[in-house]
T-cell receptor, first 112, second 111 residues
């Protein structure tokens, strides 16, 4: 069963534009929501993460928006750059178990 | 920095072979995980371990087993490789704040 649903599967954005990736979860026990970035030939690496006590977290050009009542969270990449072209995974976990459940991934291409 | 090392980047094995994928971490982390990554399916958890000689099934354990004899090493075993096990395999550890660190992945092809 897919506990974390991610969309879209792929995304093309022009340089300077805003990239938006959405995720929805089912398990209300989840209390940690990270986003991972993966470049070809590499393992995923943590990009940014949020806990449900805040509705937004911003780090540079990357922002997570979190809606607890809707059980949804999203990643916004402002001023998207070609170097942001990668696959992005949302994830969720219950920190008591430290086991991450991943979304299906979004392949982002930022065109020059 | 946390370092997670997978023994092979690419492997080609024949159907029916027994396959070992090795993962080594350089810190004293308890939690280690094996995922497989397939296009459109994301990362799916195969097995994980919270300590030496302890193992737990993930979401897709069928056809796999694991071994953790030492804290720093977590091995994934394909008892009899099949073509539907052709995939990218990723090892990960988690730290106390739940951040996961991944190895570079092993791309396994079963022919």
């Amino acid at each position: 069963q897919q506990q974390v649903k991610q969309s879209p599967q792929s995304l093309i954005v022009q340089k300077g534009g805003i990239s938006i990736i959405n995720c929805a979860y089912e398990n209300t026990a989840f209390d940690y929501f990270p986003w991972y970035q993966q470049f070809p030939g590499k393992g995923p690496a943590l990009l940014i993460a949020i806990r449900p006590d805040v509705s937004e977290k911003k780090e540079g050009r990357f922002t997570i928006s979190f809606n607890k009542s809707a059980k949804q969270f999203s990643l916004h990449i402002m001023d998207s750059q070609p170097g942001d072209s990668a696959t992005y995974f949302c994830a969720a976990s219950n920190t008591g178990f430290q086991k991450l459940v991943f979304g299906t991934g979004t392949r982002l291409l930022v065109s020059p | 920095d946390v370092k997670v090392t997978q023994s092979s980047r690419y492997l080609v094995k024949r159907t029916g072979e027994k396959v070992f994928l090795e993962c080594v971490q350089d810190m004293d982390h308890e939690n280690m995980f094996w995922y497989r990554q397939d296009p459109g399916l994301g990362l799916r958890l195969i097995y994980f371990s919270y300590d030496v000689k302890m193992k737990e099934k993930g979401d897709i354990p069928e056809g796999y087993s694991v071994s953790r004899e030492k804290k720093e090493r977590f091995s994934l075993i394909l008892e009899s490789a099949s073509t539907n096990q052709t995939s990218m395999y990723l090892c990960a550890i988690t730290t106390d704040n739940t951040e996961a660190f991944f190895g570079q992945g092993t791309r396994l092809t079963v022919v």
